[in-house]
T-cell receptor, first 120, second 114 residues
Framework: AQKVTQAQTEISVVEKEDVTLDCVYE???????LFWYKQPPSGELVFLIR??????QNEISGRYSWNFQKSTSSFNFTITASQVVDSAVYFC?????????????????FGKGTHLIIQP | DTEVTQTPKHLVMGMTNKKSLKCEQH?????MYWYKQKAKKPPELMFV???????INESVPSRFSPECPNSSLLNLHLHALQPEDSALYLC?????????????FGPGTRLTVL
């Protein structure tokens, strides 16, 4: 069974600080996919990044960066120079190849989320 | 058009009512999903449609009945709900390729069952 753990329930930092959100996953599959989503107070989930299990390259997108380490089953997310607009709940999610749906439409298993508060 | 729309935004219903939630996308995606999210919890998968056919049902009670009339539309029919069914219902869509398709979510319908 697959599982995603986000141990940090809530993080509060002052604007311009760097902050790292942790994500640890469990899966028996060798082919799987990891995601990060942002959910602001409005409620809509916003896709941030997808990473497949064969691609351990770290990625940077502006102030956002992601560190994928298969050895520790972790996919951590760092925001550099945080801003108040980054305040939201951030979810890490996992999907596996679903044999029954033909491997194309797989549900996401979400971690419990980390509530990030950026104080001005 | 990179948007998933959901109607209504809010819905209040009694336990004996029948109502429907609607979701629409025009991104050409052939997979559509329903998730349920309780307050301060992560979204939980309910149903997956792939090429307009139900492919995953996560043991959802029969008082929730999904329908996919065409590749752009997804409905969730509600009947005889319980107060514990009150939640944010999120619809998502994605491409259908070999796994790991990023899902694009709508704003959700906030449902209250009295």
């Amino acid at each position: 069974a697959q599982k995603v753990t986000q141990a940090q329930t809530e993080i509060s930092v002052v604007e311009k600080e760097d902050v790292t959100l942790d994500c640890v996953y469990e899966t028996r599959d060798t082919t799987y996919y990891l995601f990060w989503y942002k959910q602001p107070p409005s409620g809509e989930l916003v896709f941030l990044i997808r990473r497949n299990s064969f691609d351990e390259q770290n990625e940077i997108s502006g102030r956002y960066s992601w560190n994928f380490q298969k050895s520790t089953s972790s996919f951590n997310f760092t925001i550099t120079a945080s801003q108040v607009v980054d305040s939201a709940v951030y979810f890490c999610a996992l999907s596996e190849m679903d044999m029954y749906s033909g491997g194309g439409a797989d549900g996401l298993t979400f971690g419990k989320g980390t509530h990030l508060i950026i104080q001005p | 058009d990179t948007e998933v729309t959901q109607t209504p935004k809010h819905l209040v219903m009694g336990m004996t009512n029948k109502k429907s939630l609607k979701c629409e996308q025009h991104m050409g995606h052939r997979a559509m999903y329903w998730y349920k999210q309780k307050a301060k919890k992560p979204p939980e998968l309910m149903f997956v449609y792939s090429y307009e056919k139900l492919s995953i049902n996560e043991s959802v009670p029969s008082r929730f009945s999904p329908e996919c009339p065409n590749s752009s539309l997804l409905n969730l029919h509600l009947h005889a709900l319980q107060p514990e069914d009150s939640a944010l219902y999120l619809c998502a869509s994605s491409q259908v390729r070999q796994g790991g398709n990023e899902q694009f979510f709508g704003p959700g319908t906030r449902l209250t069952v009295l």
